[in-house]
């Protein structure tokens, strides 16, 4: 099932200190999800507190997260990966994102 929209409009990284790469406040730990889209987490963080994720998005990416700002076509020498997953699960990585406006 394809969602109704690919969420491009919900905005950039939330990130209040201007952080531009790397650990942006609004990263979430990453989630392994099965071949079947099913995935649990739990996480602790003390980067915001539940009142500062008012008005925002919580967006898990579908491919795995390169931990780079890189595009996942290009070369794997200009590529920072980690270590290889099982080829049964995959990387869902959660962010906290602003709406775009």
């Known amino acids: 099932m394809r969602p109704a929209t690919d969420f491009r409009n919900v905005g950039a990284h939330w990130s209040p200190s201007g952080v531009t790469h790397g650990s942006h406040e609004g990263d979430l730990v990453p989630i392994l999800v099965d071949a079947h889209g099913r995935g649990d987490a739990r ?58 406006g």
């Open 43 to 100: 996480s602790t963080t003390r980067r915001f507190e539940p009142s500062e994720l008012a008005g925002r998005a919580v967006i898990l990416h579908v491919w795995p997260d390169n931990l780079a700002n890189v595009r996942a076509d290009m070369p794997p020498v200009h590529r920072r990966s980690p270590a290889p997953m099982p080829p049964r699960w995959r990387r869902a990585t959660p962010a906290v994102d602003s709406p775009a």
